[in-house]
């Protein structure tokens, strides 16, 4: 890749969290990438995810762990990431 995992992480996160179109430009001034990279790194993730169509889940599905009540966020660098919410 031309950039680091951070942001490969960062555009993933992204695209799986944000309800509305996600455009490569955004990304990519906030990331400090060339569009085109953003447009190409996007393009390999959606391509990546159409292969799980073939594995439906089916059966029986074990969850390993849940959170219920709602999420707060917070900051780290310009990452959004959840954060559980104290219940004590």
Do not use: H, Q
């Not at 959170?67 to 780290?76: I, N, P």
């Amino acid at each position: 890749m031309k950039f680091g995992l951070d942001k490969a992480f960062i555009i993933c996160f992204e695209m799986a969290t944000t309800t509305r179109s996600l455009s490569a430009s955004y990304l990519a001034k906030r990331l400090g990438i060339t569009p085109y990279t953003a447009r190409m790194f996007m393009y390999k993730v959606r391509n990546s995810m159409k292969s799980s169509e073939n594995f439906l889940m089916v059966n029986r599905v074990e969850v390993d762990e849940f959170v219920v009540g709602e999420k707060k966020m917070a900051r780290l660098g310009e990452a959004m990431i959840p954060r559980k919410k104290k219940l004590w």
